[in-house]
């Protein structure tokens, strides 16, 4: 007869618990679809039919601009730009308010203020995914983009985009909840940082000083990285994976500590 060790045991309970907060996180997701998309079938279009529509819409505004690289059109890079950006803006800009429309559901014992947040992340992150592999799809045969030469590096630049994403938009949580003040603030500070972001240009068109200014901001940094998965010609000159990695660390952890302060705070009626 085996017997069963301390660290089997806990390598047990482990397993059950996050199988356990992953079926939490799953339904927690399916509420969210039905609450924003309405239980018809054509509704869930809109997870990824929305960042299409206006992935799409920015290219075209660009697709007469000249070209600073001959490998690069303005399109694909507004592509791999703006559409990842959409991300960054539909995480961070439904941060806030977050807990006034989900708080009953913290009644329930499994369930955590980190559960409701990571779903909602996780939602908003699949359709700007899918919207940007669509329109990737679509440019690719019109002859305005290639396939990926560097997929993992940009599957990376998404996941950074992600995590970076995901800290911000903890820390609105945990900072907004009874603050009506700074909720006004959380668009003003995505529109804030388009121009900031890397989002539209390659970090090397910024002359000195400014770029090195830029680069004291990660963002541009993992936009640089996206575009080195996607084209050829990109290079990882400007990307500093310890700094981004510190800050993606930095912010999720302040982000996690914030939302763990926040659900003593929270009146359920």
Same mark, same amino acid.
């Given at each position: ?13 482990? /397993? ?11 339904? @927690? ?11 018809? *079938? ?16 920015? /290219?075209?505004?660009?697709?007469? %601009? ?9 399109? /694909? ?24 429309? *989900?708080?009953? !559901? ?16 996780? !939602? ?14 679509? @440019? ?22 992600? !995590? ?43 002359? %000195? ?6 680069? $004291?901001?990660?963002?541009? %940094? ?5 575009? $080195?998965? %996607? ?8 990307? *500093?994976?310890?700094?981004?990695? /510190?800050?993606? !660390? ?20």
């Amino acid at each position: 007869m085996k017997l069963i060790t301390a660290s089997d045991f806990k390598l047990t309970n482990f /397993a059950q618990a996050f199988s356990v907060q992953m079926r939490v996180i799953g339904a @927690i997701l399916m509420r969210e679809l039905h609450t924003r998309y309405g239980r018809e *079938n054509i509704g869930y279009l809109w997870l990824f039919g929305e960042p299409l529509m206006l992935g799409s819409v920015i /290219a075209l505004m660009h697709s007469g %601009q000249a070209s600073h690289d001959g490998e690069i059109s303005p399109i /694909a890079l507004t592509v791999c730009g703006y559409t990842i950006f959409i991300m960054f803006r539909g995480i961070v800009n439904r941060a806030e308010g977050a807990l006034h429309g *989900n708080a009953p !559901l913290l009644y329930h014992r499994m369930v955590t203020v980190f559960d409701i947040s990571f779903a909602r992340a996780i !939602l908003e992150a699949a359709g700007t995914f899918m919207a940007f592999t669509v329109l990737l799809g679509l @440019i690719i045969p019109m002859g305005y983009a290639s396939l990926p030469v560097r997929p993992l590096s940009l599957l990376l630049g998404v996941l950074y985009v992600f !995590l970076f994403s995901f800290g911000i938009a903890n820390i609105i949580i945990g900072g907004t909840y009874e603050n009506r003040t700074l909720e006004r603030l959380v668009h003003l500070f995505t529109y804030f940082m388009i121009p900031l972001s890397g989002a539209f240009y390659q970090v090397i068109w910024v002359p %000195q000083p400014y770029r090195d200014y830029l680069l $004291y901001n990660p963002f541009p %940094q993992i936009f640089e990285l996206v575009r $080195y998965g %996607q084209f050829e010609s990109a290079t990882l000159e400007y990307v *500093n994976y310890t700094y981004i990695n /510190a800050w993606i !660390l930095g912010l999720n952890l302040v982000g996690l500590l914030m939302i763990r302060a926040v659900k003593h705070r929270i009146h359920m009626t």
